[in-house]
């Protein structure tokens, strides 16, 4: 049995790959990096919420303070409670975009994905053995994460979780010394103030201290009684330690109240157990590396690391359960499951690598080379990311000026331009998402109740989400913009196709804008 298996015998160091000869290693290692910023470089904002988020911060900003009411609904009293969370991760997300606009936050997220999954990455070859091992196991762990990574708040987060889960390996290996395990409790009382997922610190502390407590039955590990209370006061004090926060005690009743909301539970796909259909393309792999686990480590189960196998399998019933975890298990799975990848000793005579000829050399570095220049030219605010994004579209983005090639095809910005140019006070029917666009584009930093619903699904009664739904099925629309006096509708052509065509068969509504996607009613005076 391997004194640690952390260290796999065959040893890979970085700056062989980056010296010459230049082998494969050189490309493999740039590949995560490089093709984060690549995929991300080419997608425009996917995320709704982005525009939400920016509007709270706006408020905090301006305010000083944290928001603790409505605001902006019109269906609920302007000063009904409302929990604001992540107020950190709104006002840096604000921050970023009054600096440099959509531009510089969608170049935020594409940096950081880039800089997780480039850490991953060189990690995972150090733990396996292998570049071209590391960078693959990488690129899945890449894959199952994908439809998480956004320009939300929680983008604030995904270094702490690399960080944490490095920090707590360096300390059961001993090569960080105990006394900074009091980084836990202090990276979840910032996490509580960026995202809501801040339960992530206490799981991996859980997991180490676990896995110290086994050492006892397994020695992969040296047991020590010390450890195994550092740890579980480490714990302790990452549950602790979020009460940190603008509301104290209140965030964890604010999550769970989250975690059992009707309403989310049932429309939300993030927020639904992952199948092998949810999300689409993604949860069958999520399933094929968890067999794929058990396969590994069930191999190596000699020389199984408790702490490995409790991370990986801590952070897949996360995901199990809700899809919003599959971002932890696409970060935690190549790290667990590396070192069980390692090479007998045959294997590792066949994997050296004889130095390459000259031209192979020279054809090493300029793929490396071109990968990361491509990353870079990608990035928003380029021309030639522009030009790319706009003529070949990896998804349908706007083409025109402005946000050309910075958000979705779809987006109203013209319907919501148009709005511009009516009195103040509207009250606009909308499509649920589209709520966020809307306020940050037609209010200020003094806010106004505008719109139907918003981002936050938690916030109105059951009662109003039924009012919604029915407004957008039945014929009962009019009773209900009566109601609630709304002069102004931004329609989806697609998702509200049955209230489209019957305002435009009313003689009270103009249609005053109207694309491929969207349409903009407004109320006859």
């Given at each position: 049995?391997?004194?640690?298996?952390?260290?796999?015998?065959?040893?890979?160091?970085?700056?062989?790959?980056?010296?010459?000869?230049?082998?494969?290693?050189?490309?493999?290692?740039?590949?995560?990096?490089?093709?984060?910023?690549?995929?991300?470089?080419?997608?425009?904002?996917?995320?709704?919420?982005?525009?939400?988020?920016?509007?709270?911060?706006?408020?905090?900003?301006?305010?000083?303070?944290?928001?603790?009411?409505?605001?902006?609904?019109?269906?609920?009293?302007?000063?009904a409670?409302?929990?604001?969370?992540?107020?950190?991760?709104?006002?840096?997300?604000?921050?970023?975009?009054?600096?440099?606009?959509?531009?510089?936050?969608?170049?935020?997220?594409?940096?950081?994905?880039?800089?997780?999954?480039?850490?991953?990455?060189?990690?995972?070859?150090?733990?396996?053995?292998?570049?071209?091992?590391?960078?693959?196991?990488?690129?899945?762990?890449?894959?199952?994460?994908?439809?998480?990574?956004?320009?939300?708040?929680?983008?604030?987060?995904?270094?702490?979780?690399?960080?944490?889960?490095?920090?707590?390996t360096r300390?059961?290996?001993?090569?960080?010394?105990?006394?900074?395990?009091?980084?836990?409790?202090?990276a979840?009382?910032?996490?509580?103030?960026?995202?809501?997922?801040?339960?992530?610190?206490?799981?991996?502390?859980?997991?180490?201290?676990?896995?110290?407590?086994?050492?006892?039955?397994?020695?992969?590990?040296?047991?020590?009684?010390?450890?195994?209370?550092?740890?579980?006061?480490?714990?302790?004090?990452?549950?602790?330690?979020?009460?940190?926060?603008?509301?104290?005690?209140?965030?964890?009743?604010?999550?769970?109240?989250?975690?059992?909301?009707?309403?989310?539970?049932?429309?939300?796909?993030?927020?639904?157990?992952?199948?092998?259909?949810?999300?689409?393309?993604?949860?069958?792999?999520?399933?094929?590396?968890?067999?794929?686990?058990?396969?590994?480590?069930?191999?190596?189960?000699?020389?199984?690391?408790?702490?490995?196998?409790?991370?990986?399998?801590?952070?897949?019933?996360?995901?199990?359960?809700?899809?919003?975890?599959?971002?932890?298990?696409?970060?935690?799975?190549?790290?667990?499951?590396?070192?069980?990848?390692?090479?007998?000793?045959?294997?590792?005579?066949?994997?050296?690598?004889?130095?390459?000829?000259?031209?192979?050399r020279?054809?090493?570095?300029?793929?490396?080379?071109?990968?990361?220049?491509?990353?870079?030219?990608?990035?928003?605010?380029?021309?030639?990311?522009?030009?790319?994004?706009?003529?070949?579209?990896?998804?349908?983005?706007?083409?025109?000026?402005?946000?050309?090639g910075?958000?979705?095809?779809?987006?109203p910005?013209a319907?919501?331009?148009?709005?511009r140019?009516?009195?103040?006070?509207?009250?606009?029917?909308?499509?649920?998402?589209?709520?966020?666009?809307?306020?940050?584009?037609?209010t200020?930093?003094?806010?106004q109740?505008?719109?139907?619903?918003?981002?936050?699904?938690?916030?109105?009664?059951?009662?109003?989400?039924?009012?919604?739904?029915?407004?957008?099925?039945?014929?009962?629309?009019?009773?209900?913009?009566?109601?609630?006096?709304?002069?102004?509708?931004?329609?989806?052509l697609?998702?509200?196709?049955?209230?489209?065509?019957?305002?435009?068969?009313?003689?009270?509504?103009?249609?005053?804008?109207?694309?491929?996607?969207?349409?903009?009613?407004?109320?006859?005076?």
């Open positions: 049995m391997p004194a640690d298996p952390q260290k796999p015998t065959t040893a890979w160091k970085l700056r062989n790959a980056l010296k010459p000869p230049f082998t494969l290693d050189l490309v493999w290692l740039v590949v995560p990096f490089a093709l984060a910023l690549i995929c991300f470089g080419l997608l425009p904002l996917r995320s709704w919420d982005y525009w939400w988020h920016i509007t709270m911060g706006r408020l905090i900003h301006y305010w000083g303070a944290v928001p603790a009411a409505n605001h902006f609904l019109y269906t609920m009293e302007a000063d409670p409302s929990f604001v969370q992540p107020w950190l991760s709104q006002w840096a997300l604000f921050w970023l975009h009054d600096t440099g606009g959509l531009q510089l936050a969608l170049l935020a997220r594409n940096l950081l994905a880039a800089v997780v999954f480039g850490w991953v990455g060189l990690w995972t070859m150090k733990r396996s053995g292998s570049a071209m091992r590391g960078a693959v196991l990488t690129l899945v762990g890449f894959l199952i994460a994908f439809q998480l990574i956004a320009a939300r708040t929680h983008m604030f987060v995904w270094p702490l979780f690399v960080l944490l889960v490095w920090l707590g300390v059961r290996t001993r090569r960080a010394p105990l006394w900074l395990l009091v980084l836990f409790p202090a979840a009382a910032l996490w509580a103030n960026l995202h809501g997922s801040f339960f992530v610190v206490g799981a991996i502390a859980l997991a180490f201290g676990a896995a110290a407590g086994l050492d006892r039955y397994t020695g992969a590990h040296e047991f020590s009684a010390t450890r195994v209370f550092a740890w579980t006061a480490t714990f302790a004090a990452s549950l602790a330690a979020p009460l940190i926060n603008p509301r104290g005690s209140e965030i964890y009743g604010y999550v769970f109240d989250l975690m059992t909301n009707a309403e989310i539970q049932s429309t939300v796909t993030e927020w639904m157990p992952t199948t092998f259909t949810n999300p689409a393309g993604i949860g069958i792999v999520f399933y094929l590396v968890l067999a794929a686990g058990a396969f590994l480590f069930w191999r190596a189960r000699d020389e199984l690391d408790a702490a490995d196998v409790l991370l990986f399998a801590g952070f897949a019933i996360v995901a199990a359960f809700s899809a919003r975890g599959l971002m932890w298990f696409g970060l935690a799975a190549p790290i667990t499951l590396a070192p069980y990848l390692s090479l007998d000793e045959a294997g590792r005579q066949d994997a050296r690598q004889d130095t390459p000829p000259m031209v192979l020279v054809v090493n570095l300029l793929i490396a080379l071109a990968l990361l220049a491509a990353g870079i030219l990608l990035q928003p605010g380029t021309t030639w990311h522009r030009d790319i994004v706009t003529t070949y579209q990896p998804i349908p983005v706007r083409t025109r000026a402005p946000l050309a910075l958000v979705t095809a779809e987006t910005v319907h919501t331009e148009l709005l140019k009516y009195r103040k006070g509207l009250h606009i029917f909308h499509d649920q998402k589209y709520a966020g666009f809307l306020t940050f584009h037609l200020d930093a003094n806010p109740q505008l719109v139907f619903v918003d981002q936050r699904i938690e916030l109105p009664p059951q009662d109003v989400w039924r009012l919604y739904e029915t407004v957008i099925d039945t014929p009962a629309w009019r009773g209900v913009f009566q109601q609630f006096e709304i002069d102004a509708a931004v329609l989806s697609e998702r509200q196709a049955p209230l489209v065509e019957r305002i435009r068969a009313s003689d009270d509504w103009a249609n005053v804008y109207e694309d491929e996607h969207n349409i903009l009613f407004v109320r006859r005076d």
